[in-house]
């Protein structure tokens, strides 16, 4: 693929210049627009590699863009980038578009050539394969730290903290009220990633997606399983290992509801652990090397 203009939506010119110095810093060419409206029509007069959008605009904001964009049917999966401030007022309608990504104001410098180098990556032939297992792994516990705390900002509507956390679970074994087991393949590289919620935040996660139904275990877990799925998926949207995210392996679900459980995970080398925490409870996120 040649293609290298991206079309950034947002009414901020400080912004529009602040990619417009970083695109051309990796040799990618903004093309602008200052809303919705505007930005709906230059997205129908080109192709672009990527499309990033604010939220609150005038005249057409970047849900209503998005939404106008998709009903045309070659680009219902197009994987549209939403930069904003406002993801509270916007979380609802946020929650029921698919295959986003999303970045929150403010943006480090560092953390937009990231993306652009990646999405370059992503279009440009290269293999995913031949990536050291170390960039790998510094990609999967940045990713992680980001999404999984905008995730839970979104659902709990309260704002987590992430602390990094060196020492693995104690002897092998995780303590935990919900577990999630996910097996990810990146490249040649075989991952296992455990998502390990106390009983709190995954009722409240249950709450604020399924409100009004009764807080059983099972529905708690349909609950976790829709928080996960969306998260590991975000992991691997616009990053060089797109492509592997269909050979990813089947995630696992265990609940015990308010009885702690010890869950066996399986031989590896941990890397590192996260915890994420809010008023509701914490998550804690468990990364390990599968020997």
Known sequence: MDIKDILIIDDDPAIIILFELIAKKVGLKVVAAKDGAEGLKKFNQQNFLMVLTDLKMPKMDGIEF???????????????????????????????????????????????????????????????????????????????????????????????????????PVEGYISSNFLISCPLNMGRHKISVYFNFDFELAEAIKGAIAAGTEDSRDAILDALKKIVNSLVKKLFENSPYADDYEKTRSLSFYGSGKQDMIFGIEKGEHLSSLQVKNKHGQLFVHLFKDL
Do not use: C, H, W
């Not at 998709?70 to 939403?82: L, T």
């Not at 652009?116 to 992680?144: D, M, Q, V, W």
């Open 66 to 168: 998005i939404t106008k964009a998709r009903e045309i049917p070659k680009f219902q999966n197009f994987p549209f980038i939403i930069v904003s401030g406002n993801l509270q007022e916007f979380s609802a309608d946020v929650a029921l578009l698919k295959n986003l990504t999303i970045l929150e104001k403010p943006i480090k410098r560092n953390d937009i050539e990231e993306l652009f180098k990646n999405t370059l990556k992503l279009y440009s032939g290269e293999e995913a394969r031949s990536t050291p297992f170390e960039e790998i792994e510094k990609f999967l516990t940045t990713k992680l730290q980001k999404t999984s705390k905008l995730m839970l900002e979104i659902i709990t509507k309260d704002k987590p903290t992430v602390q990094i956390m060196s020492s693995p």
